[in-house]
Structure formats: structure tokens, C-alpha cells
């Protein structure tokens, strides 16, 4: 009532009415019926669990009636037209975005007018074999690809009419399995990706640019506490990175994983790689990220990542400004020696770098009794020495490199390691993980972080596209 000061209450029913083709309401049913008195912020349209309340009665709706027709198409055999006679009922829990409902399924004989290899067959059991949603395996891919399977859980719960229904052993079993389908399609392993020969390489049209790929290892936290050995699994990511800029992250468990060459030849391959095209390797150095990047490409080069010099020297002069007590008065020739150090490695001179790292040892290992600080210290120091000389042929003029605009290191801000395993699988101490379960999360969590599982459940429900496009229109 316009002008009027009395509150008045407002009530609103909520209805689903199902329609034939040709317009006439087949039938109507009652979902929600919502009481407002006066406006305020809190009483504002609905609420969550209104709307949860709403999508529930909605969907149970929409289900029943789509099941109902289906298994009516199916009461008659396609091929003779004859009734099929009714076996028995069964029912069938289904999991969609907007609840968990039982529906009723039926088991019916098959019609003799054809041969089948059984008597009987569940027409919606097998209609629907996954019996969740696409879009809710999605969902829960892919929440739980950036956060934890228990805060997953909470956060569709809260937001959606999920029930009790939800909990995080099952997003992980379907996470699994998602990850399980999407492994099945990777092409089969080889040790030799380079395709052609050089002649055949020379008519292939101008590449875009380099390829810059970086390649790091990590440790996970194992469950499988056999031995102590066990404590601790390897799982190596990595990131390549165009010369436009854009950039794709892989990652997998080395014990688990049977293709890992395919699984990064596969990445490159989506980035456009060529066999005339530079591609540059970089990594931290270890034996298995070398094995990796051999034979992937006739032009690559493979060099130690400037990220992971500079991180190590990063780390010892933090080390070194720490030193207290007696060890205060070597501190400033320390720090100016460590500087020295890493200057001569960003020219590439692992020589000269070499002597100054054994001036530092020289100035820490003096006279006086050993502190805690200065035997850390000294200790980086000796395993950066083995580190560089270990590394020596892939170690380039880093300085000139970057003058001319080549490729040094993929991550100065972060590494790929943390980005792609630490924070969702070292967060807490507490997390453990098997080899299967951290290798599968990283497969989907790699797909997340590409914005590409999106792309592949498109690809293996195509319907859902269409679904989108007629809602546009009907719009
Ligand atoms: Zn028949």
C-alpha cells in the first residue's frame, strides 16, 4: 500500500509447475512458503537456508518427474513395441548439486525379440552409473584441488542443500576417481619424444619464441610408515612458461607415476612446442628432474635455476647477520664475501666462486670456540660448495644471459614447488599422504590451477554445454 506506515506481512508460495510441450500444466506442486513482515537487512529476499530449502524442493521435483518419464519410455521394448514386464524395485541414491534423493528404480525383463546377454536390466541404474552429478564432481574436484577434502566438505555444506550427506572421505574417493579418468587418457610413455630429423625440423614454420621450463622437487609427508625410510615421498612440479608469458604447472609423485615424460611432453605439446623451438630446462639440479627433461626436445638446454642460487645465498646471509657474541666482528667481511660469491655466479664464474666460498670457511672455522650460528652457517656453506661444483656445467653467465633477455629462473617471487605442492599438501604436519592420493590430487590440482577442468568435464559430458545455451535462451 503506497504512503501507508502500517507493516503489513507478505507471504509468497514457492510452486514448480510442469508444463507439456504444448504449454498445458501436466502438474503443479507446493515447495516453499515464505512469511515477511518488516524490511530489514536481515529479512531482505532469502535467506541461505530458505534458498537451500527452495533448491531442494525444486530439484526433487524436476528429478522425479524426469526419472518418472524416462522409465516410462522404458516400459516398452524400442525394437517390438511389447511391454516389458516388471521385475522388482530397487532404489537409487543420486547426488546432485541440490541434494541427495532416493528415487525409485525399477529392474525389468528383458523382451525376447532380441538376444541379451541377461534376463533382467535397471533402465535408471544404468542410465545413470556414476550416480552424482557432473557438476557436483566438479565442484568437489575442484575445491578440493585448492583446499583441504575437510574445508571442501564444510563449504559445500554451508553454501549448498547437501544434508549430512557430504563428508570428506567420499569428495576424496570422488576426486579420485575423477583424477583416475582423466589418467586414462594420457598417451602411453616413451623414452624418446624428439620426433623427425634436423631436415625435417628446418621446414617447420617459425616458432613464437622459447619455451622456459621449470622443474624443482619436493617432499610430502608419508602415511605409509613402514619403515623410516618411508617418513617421506618425492614429488617433483614443474612450470612452463611461453615467451608471451602464459604458464602451465604439471606435477607428480616419481614412485607412482608410469608416464612422467608424456605427462610434460603432453604440457609442452599444448603450449605449441616445436622440434625447431629453444626450449630452456630449468631446474635445481636433482637426478631426477635431469633424467625428465632428456630427450624432449633437439634444441633444449638445460641449466641450474639463478632462483634456487639465489635462494641458497639468500638463506646463509640471513644466517650470517644472525651470528652474535665473538662472531659479530668477522660479520661485515662475512656478508661482503657471501656478496663476492654470489656475484661471481651470476657471471657464471663457479671458479672464482668457489675460491671465495673457501675464504668464508677460512673466516668462520677461526680460532675461537665454535658457536651454534657459525657451525649452521658453516655447514650451508659446505653444501652450497658441493651444490655448485656438482652443478658447474649448468651453471651460465646468468648476467649476460638477462642482458640479452634469456631465460634464468621461472619463479623469482615463489617457486612452483609451493605453489603447485606446498600449500595444499605441507601445510600442517599432520598431513600425510599416500603416494596414489597425493599424485591423483596433484593431477587435478595442476588441471584447477591450468583453468582446465573446466574444459575436460566439458569434453566428457557434452550436454552440459547445451543445457547452458538453451537457459541463455529461454532468458
Ligand atoms: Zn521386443
Redesign the pocket.
Known sequence: MVGSTRREAMKVRIQVVIESEAGETVDAHEIAGIHRKELRPETLGLTLEEAKTVLEGVQRTIVEQQTAEYLQMQSR?P????KRSHKGDHTVTLRTLFGKLRVKSPRVYH????PRPTRTFSPLAELLPERSTPELLYLETKWASLMSYGLTTKLLEEVLPLGKYVNAETVRNHLHAVAERAETELGDEQVFYIDGCPRDWATLPRPDGPLTVGLDGGYVHSCDKTSRKDGWFEVIAGKSITAEGTAKCFAFVPRYDTKPKRRVFEVLKSQGMQMNQQVTFLSDGGDTVRQLQLYLNPQAEHLLDWFHVAMRVTVMTQMAKGLEGKDVAIQPAVLKELERSKWYLWHGNVYEACISIDNLELMLDNDDPLTVKRRSLLKALRDFRIYITTNARLIPNYGERWRYGEAIATGFVESTVNQVISKRCVKSQQMKWSPRGAHLLLQMRTRVLNDELKDTFRRWYPGTQNEEVKFKEAA
Not at 525394437?79 to 511389447?82: A, D, I, L, P, Q
Not at 523382451?111 to 532380441?114: D, N, R, S
Request: aromatic content about 0%; proline content about 0%; hydrophobic content about 0%.
Open positions: 521394448c525394437h517390438c513395441g511389447t523382451c525376447q525379440c532380441q
